[in-house]
């Protein structure tokens, strides 16, 4: 088994949809040993070995909608998929291109036989429209969300 | 009376669409729309910027096809410098475009396919995807992800893993391929065959079996066919000539000028989606329609030119004729590419010049205006940029694969409707509804590269009368 895994995943060129990988690009510069940082568009399917390798999962994500995140930003454990639910996250968010956290740590699970523990930090994306950079708004929420993942890294 | 069938948004494609089915007063299928509701607008951010950056913005379009933008942008790059970039370089650019192809290709046949193929039209949906897969056949669903990953490793070792930073650049390539990388690539090789061998195997059986059926009515027509071909007409993905053919195997045009593009393509719009119609000029929209991707760019070449390759292009022409028209096999043709592919990915680490360190020309700015063409997994890709003296971008126009596929699309989810709606239908079946999302996902549609923040959207199908009330509705979940 490997160290820590990072994944920040988001598009930069959608304004703050990109946070997750502008979380992700500023944790890298810590140069932390046990950490692997992994900056994608979209997560797909072989991810899936890397999260079953991994001790620990941190997927960093924008969530459209302040409103949704008291505080700008909330650190959680990966809701895990029910047997019910699963059908509704293939649907909804398909496997192909496209996949959730849920669905690839189940996956994960089903084919390499190992979900590790994991969580998502979701930061309040405010504007996703076409263009590179944070709004204001998000950009202000970083040093609190690098924070936790400080918290989240300390707490091996 | 006409009633719409809506069908929104088509899950297990790029971005997010919805497909409206209109019946006729007789409740026969009368047309087929395939809806795209999102702009891209990803063109008019570039502008002011200075084009040797081109290749890292545009490469951060999409998180399935980066590698195509990023060749299409250094490749325009490189005629804006004027240059011949070293053949080192070009060879490295080809080894990270098939690669590029092998991961692609393998997303789209593995994961978004197979279910359908292998547990059925009418399956249940809680079954007929990934897990029901690995359930059926956990060694398809496990070689599929590891050929993916053979593809990504592949980029990353010649990219780095952030291969947004821009490995390709205008005048050639940043980095060389290292020797202990060259031999890590190699060791993986006969299991990535194995894999694509007996995907191909499994297949053609159902082709010949249970998916007979859908292969004569998934996007079975005439139509135009468009792709690089090389030398001798051999297939092509990174470089050569533009040739378009009709459906008997007739050249229509042996070398598209691809600098002035716009004088042989034109594009139509619609005012019910987002998405243009490119078509070819002196044909006109509708019999100048083409086709791109995989299964264009089988039936535009002569031959595939390595050996494995070529024995499965021949049966597929023993199968459908010398041109292929139909829509369904594109996933077969996917299957031959992705062998096509690793073959050519030996040949090239076979190549003594393949780990070469002169990667680069260098040059100021010689063209004012230029075009780079390259093939992406999914179709033919045109970047064209204009600059100024100071090599900043003053306009940029991408054209798609997906967007060349457009009419085809249209045409193909129509001639399902009217294969399988019978007339008078009030209820969409699971099976119909998941057929006509297939015949969209033959073309492996890659829309928007859109933000995922917004939120997800399951499926929704209504069926409306002519005043636009809810007849029946149903959630795909």
């Known amino acids: ?156 | 009376m006409t009633r719409t069938i809506l069908i929104d948004p088509v899950t297990r494609i790029e971005g997010h669409a919805k497909i409206t089915i209109h019946l006729n007063g007789a409740g026969a299928v009368e047309a087929a729309r395939f809806h795209v509701t999102e702009y891209r607008g990803f063109e008019a951010f570039c502008e002011g910027r200075p084009f040797t950056e081109m290749a890292a913005i545009t490469a951060r379009i999409c998180g399935i096809c980066p590698v195509s933008h990023l060749l299409a942008s250094a490749k325009t790059g490189d005629r804006i410098l004027a240059v011949t970039i070293p053949p080192a370089a070009e060879k490295l650019r080809r080894l990270l475009n098939l690669a590029q192809i092998t991961q692609s290709h393998a997303l789209s046949f593995f994961h978004l396919s197979s279910p359908d193929f292998l547990l059925g039209w009418d399956s249940d949906p809680a079954k007929r995807n990934i897990f029901g897969l690995i359930a059926a056949d956990p060694e398809l669903a496990r070689g599929g992800i590891r050929l993916r990953q053979f593809g990504q490793d592949l980029i990353e070792r010649l990219g780095g893993r952030k291969i947004h930073a821009a490995w390709a650049v205008p005048g050639g390539v940043r980095t060389p391929l290292d020797p202990v990388d060259r031999e890590a690539i190699r060791a993986r090789l006969p299991e990535a065959f194995a894999t694509t061998n007996a995907a191909l195997e499994r297949f053609k059986g159902l082709l010949d079996g249970p998916l007979a059926p859908e292969a004569s009515t998934f996007g079975c027509f005439p139509s135009l066919f468009m792709g690089l071909v090389g030398a001798d007409g051999r297939w092509e993905h990174y470089d050569g000539q533009l040739r378009l053919i009709d459906a008997e195997g007739t050249v229509l045009a042996e070398a598209l000028p691809q600098q002035r593009i716009s004088e042989a393509l034109a594009e139509a719009v619609e005012p019910w989606t987002y998405l243009k119609f490119p078509y070819y000029k002196p044909l006109g929209p509708e019999a100048g329609s083409y086709r791109v991707g995989p299964l264009a760019r089988l039936n535009v070449c002569e031959r595939i030119g390595t050996e494995r390759a070529d024995a499965e292009l021949l049966e597929l022409r023993q199968r459908g004729g010398r041109v292929v028209t139909s829509s369904f096999h594109y996933h077969l043709a996917r299957l031959i590419e992705i062998l096509a592919a690793l073959e050519a990915i030996e040949l090239l680490l076979n190549d003594p010049e393949i780990c070469a360190t002169h990667l680069r020309a260098h040059a100021g700015v010689n063209a004012f205006e230029a075009v780079g063409v390259s093939e992406a997994p999914r179709g033919t890709l045109f970047h064209h940029y204009r600059v100024d003296a100071n090599g900043l971008i003053e306009a940029v126009n991408l054209i798609i694969a997906t967007g060349q596929n457009n009419r085809a699309m249209n045409r193909t989810v129509t001639q399902i409707a009217r294969q399988w709606i019978p007339p008078g239908a009030a209820e969409i079946s699971e099976g119909l509804l998941n057929r006509v999302e297939a015949g969209i996902r033959c073309f492996d549609p890659c829309l928007s590269c859109s933000t995922h923040a917004a939120g997800q959207m399951p499926l929704h199908v209504q069926l409306l009368d002519p005043a636009g009330a809810v007849l029946s509705e149903r959630w795909h979940q």
């Open chain 1, 1 to 156: 088994m490997s160290g820590d895994l990072l994944i920040g995943w988001g598009n930069p060129l959608r304004g703050d949809d990109g946070v997750g990988q502008a979380i992700a690009a500023a944790v890298e510069r810590w140069g932390q040993p046990q950490l692997e940082v992994v900056e994608a568009v979209q997560l797909t399917p072989e991810l899936a070995p890397l999260l079953a390798a991994a001790r620990r999962v941190l997927f960093v994500d924008g969530e459209a909608g302040a409103a949704a995140v008291t505080g700008g930003w909330r650190l959680e454990p990966v809701p895990p998929l029910e047997p019910g639910g699963t059908t509704a996250a293939l649907s909804s968010q398909p496997l192909s291109h496209h996949a959730s956290p849920g669905v690839l740590l189940m996956l994960a699970e089903t084919l390499y036989g190992r979900r590790p523990p994991a969580w998502q930090l979701l930061v309040a994306a405010h504007a996703c429209g076409f263009g590179s950079g944070l709004s204001p708004a998000t950009e202000a929420l970083l040093p609190g969300a690098l924070a936790a993942v400080r918290l989240w890294c300390g707490d091996a």
